[in-house]
């Protein structure tokens, strides 16, 4: 039995080809979920049955659908195959888009923002992801497509203002609804097709680990802080773009005047915070630190609302909080999570993210209805307070890195006896064999590990014993 360490190596031109194209299928579909923010609330009051409580519901329905089904997609394309089921969801996003262009009332918005939320293809993509590359650079596609995600929503709020003022809101919508229809050209053209299809631990939900991933106070501390930050981002879109139309009296098409400057200083910004927090460990009070961020940019919005100045700067600062939030805690996530478990846990991260926005979007309409702009933001503000005590009561991260080890033919291996032996390395903190994968997991120490040692560790594997 030939065991090996997994070491870095060059990505083949197959593992850049699925990572370029799945990042943008993953960000064509995000980018049609996020021009809507910027902008829906403009012409909200104009479909027919319109509140305020449902206009705030039609912003966020796409997150409760893709919280409760993107788990179920993942696992369905263990079964159906990866293609086949991205597919059917991209479809379902293109119906759910071309129903909200069409629409003339305010429920079938809510209906087409729904069925726009059930094509929830991202655990399937991740896991079709996994299947073209090898263990050694999965994280660094996910982080690729992960990327992506970050660039879709900066994209989204200077074009979806631009777009509308030509388009119009239908017009945003029929234009999601083809970006969908060429994610599944892309799909079936672009990106490899994978040999085969296993579960990957370490980039999907496995069933059997649910109940272990809920029960961990520390994960779900975490699962809670991005539901918070997704509540927070979304219910500020429900005020934000009456504000810059109506109080300080700025053309939508004129919108991303302000989303653009302030993006791109708030994500220069983060990055000594960032560096701070990873490189010197520092993780819990730049944590702490920009959630308050959130918290006071969120109060300045609200209190200075009839003031550019004034919104920019507290635009400016809720977004440096945002970013590093967005940044840490998935990082967070992986770290705290067991090692065999890092997808299961990153499934539920994500579920929790998309509930946020649902439930940011419909409460902070009906906070709007009842009390105004400010209203919305002292809301947004009171959540960011909350999660800060929450947060303050949080464990100091451990500043752990996921190693795998390659166990080739696993027939006859001592699983336990070789959990032990590599535990005893020097710096590895957890190790978990998963025979039936021939991968054992490792979270390490990288300040303390061995290398040495661990090596010669795992060159013993498979060995006879004397």
Known sequence: MAAR?????????????????????????????????????????????????????????YGMTQAFL???????SDRLGRKPVIAFG????????????????????????ALQGAGAVAAAIMAL???????????????????????????????????DASLGIAGIFWLTAVLALLGILL???????????????????????????????????????????HMILTASFVALPLVLQQRLQLPVAHHWWIYLPVLLASVLAMVPFVIQAEKHRRMKPVFLLAIAMVALGELGLAEFSASLTGVVVSLFAFYVGFNILEATLPSLISRTAPPQSKGTAMGF?????????????????????HGGEEAVFLFAAALAALWLLIAAGMQTPRFLSNRLVSLGETEGLDAAELARCLGEVPGVVEAVIIAEEGVAYLKVDTRELDEAALEAAVARIGQPAD
Do not use: C, N
């Open 187 to 229: 799909l079936f053209t672009v990106v490899p097709t994978p040999v085969r299809s296993v579960v990957h631990r370490d980039a999907e939900p496995v069933p059997a680990q649910f109940a272990q991933v809920l029960k961990d106070a520390q994960l779900l501390r975490l699962d809670y802080g991005i539901l918070t930050l």
């Open 129 to 163: 992801a996994a299947d073209l590359t090898r263990d050694e650079h999965r994280t660094k596609v996910m982080a690729v497509i992960g990327m992506s995600i970050g660039l879709s929503f900066s994209v989204a709020l200077v074009a979806g203002p631009v777009l």
């Open 5 to 61: 360490l997994v070491r870095e190596t060059g990505m083949t031109s197959v593992e850049r080809r699925a990572a370029v194209s799945l990042a943008a299928i993953f960000s064509f579909r995000m980018l049609g979920l996020f021009m809507i923010l910027p902008v829906f609330m403009l012409h909200a009051a104009d479909y027919a049955g319109a509140t305020p409580a449902l206009m705030g519901v039609a912003i966020g329905a």
């Open 90 to 113: 991209l479809l379902l996003f293109a119906a759910g888009s071309a129903l909200a262009a069409m629409a003339d009332t305010i429920g079938l918005v809510i209906a087409g923002r």
């Open 349 to 369: 991260y994500s579920s929790a993210q998309f509930f946020g926005a649902f439930l940011g979007g419909s409460i902070g309409g009906w906070v709007m209805g």
């Open 70 to 76: 993107q788990i179920p997609f993942g696992l369905l």
